[in-house]
């Protein structure tokens, strides 16, 4: 048993080195390099604007500017509400020149969920969508007591070309309770004098996961944890200047995209193809018309691609990669054929930055003969993977047994923002506790077969379901709610609410009405799609609600 963790057996199949160098530098310096080197080489492609080096580099060092007019600076936090959009590089880069962190915080959000990560980050500044603010982001600003708010459209930075049927929506709304976000750039200087030294230690990022309490935990990734995946990307799936670009496809407030789209695009100077939201025939357009290869895309992307008129017209991404959600072999075979790319495995989490796992490029993921899980993959370079009894985490685990996956390398986070008890749960002897039951085989491939918590994972996002229980419970007619995922074909799993209701609420209520009255509280993702009524709740002799009988 030791002896084969020792032999690291997946070093077979790398076709890369099996370690890297530490990072040297941050990817805020690596940008300022490439922008020095390639002045004029595209770094952003917004439809049909190409943004180069340079100018990216002009904006942000204003964004600094603006920045430190408003009193933020080393250590502060600035939260993004924003899509995919040329200014998320923008804020970010802006963000990093002044020393600050950045707390991505997804559109999607309702005013509640919006307000507590803003509290909890303690943000000095929020930017984000006109829209947004025009929604649920005033009151929670508000709430919040965020000092300073920028404002934006994803119609700024656009080209001269005709309007993309994506943008067919869009407005920009002039908001004077707002700085404007182009307006205060145009406004303020070119010049490094706001530029603050950075350090690999320093705090580049906090980004929300959910945990066991069923409440968001901010995750702290360090410039040199970053730093260090980004590079793993760029080695791992050979992207090379002037060969390569990134297809920004999965969001970018998201670890995927903050590192797989942004960070290896800032790292290894290529350019990053955006188109404000996903969407499968403009995803299609770019890629195509702009010479994309390479993307990372949670499966339901890959399925909307694969069900679009457009899948057999050839030209897409030479380099597809997936991860977030369980993927069945099924899925990649039929991409593949119909789209002409096979889909690599990844696997990571928030607290690792990203991935941990990967099919290595150009290798086939083999099937789990008992689950009929297809594998993850091998670990990173630098990674140490091991599986572990679920009750007793100093007991490791044969190849071939079922167990709690746990890592250590050079990836893994700092810890959650000023939660010590939780991080210090995260962590056995120095081993960060994934809660995903896992298996290796005697190859060294890894498969995810369980989840030893009991999260949901919806179309990649993750979704707790203590979250959407509180919410339901604030329904007059309910009783007891439970919510679990249940596969869907589409999304990987969707949300279900199985609920009893109180005797004296004499109203009808029908599903609709409870997903509804979801939807105005949660994001999209976590409103439920199924929604049941019982008589009672199965439950364990225990009291506590039998997911296991709710999931059918």
Known sequence: MTSLYASKPWLRHYRVPHRLALPTSTLRDSFA?????????????YFDRAISFAELDDLSTRMAALLARLGI??????????????????????????????????????????????????????????????????????????????????????????????????QKLHLPETLDFTTELARMPCASDHVVPLRLDDLAHIVYTSGTTGKPKGAMGLHRHIAFNSNVFRTWMDLQPGQDSVL???????????????????????????????????????????????????????????????????????????????????VTEDFERHCGCYIHNTYGLTEV????????????????????????????????????DTVDPSRVLPPGEPGELLLKGPFVFEGYWNKPEATRAAFHDGWFLTGDVAIMDADGWFYIVDRKKDMINASGYKVWPREVED???????????????????????????????????????????IVAFCRQRLAPYKAPRVVEFLDDLPKTPSGKFLRRALRT
């Not at 390099?33 to 492609?45: K, R, S, V, Y």
């Not at 969920?113 to 508000?142: H, R, T, V």
């Not at 299609?284 to 069900?307: D, E, G, H, K």
């Open 248 to 330: 920004g496809m999965a969001p970018l407030f998201h670890i995927t995209g903050l590192v797989a789209h942004l960070g290896v695009a800032m790292l290894a100077g290529i350019p990053l193809v955006l188109f404000h939201r996903f969407h499968p025939g403009e995803a299609f357009r770019m890629a195509r018309r702009y010479n994309a290869t390479f993307s990372v895309a949670s499966i339901t992307a890959y399925l909307a691609l694969r069900n679009h008129p457009d899948a057999g017209k050839g030209g897409f991404l030479a380099k597809c990669f997936t991860g977030g959600a369980a993927v069945a072999p099924a």
């Open 353 to 388: 930055n990203s991935p941990s796992h990967s099919v290595p490029y150009g290798t086939r993921a083999p099937v789990h003969g008992e689950s009929g899980a297809l594998a993850i993959g091998v670990p990173i370079p630098n990674c140490e993977a091991r599986i572990v």
């Open 33 to 45: 390099g490439n922008a020095a080197a390639t002045p004029h080489a595209t770094a952003i492609q």
């Open 471 to 513: 919410v339901l419970y604030r329904h007059p007619a309910v009783r007891e709610a439970a919510v679990v995922g249940v596969p869907d074909a589409y999304r990987g799993e969707s949300v279900k609410a199985v609920l009893s209701l109180r005797p004296d609420y004499t109203a009808p209520v029908t599903p609709e009405e």
């Open 73 to 170: 600076g080393p250590g502060d936090r600035v939260a993004l509400s924003l899509q995919n959009n040329p200014q998320f590089a923008i804020a970010q880069l802006g963000a990093w020149k002044r020393g600050a962190a950045i707390v991505p915080v997804s559109p999607m959000y309702q005013q509640e969920e919006l307000e507590y990560q803003l509290i909890d980050s303690g943000a000095k500044a929020w930017i984000g969508l006109d829209s947004l603010f025009a929604g649920p982001a005033a009151p929670a600003l508000a709430g919040a007591g965020v000092s300073h708010v920028i404002t934006t459209s994803e119609l700024d930075f656009l080209g001269p070309g005709p309007l993309s049927s994506v943008l067919a929506q869009s």
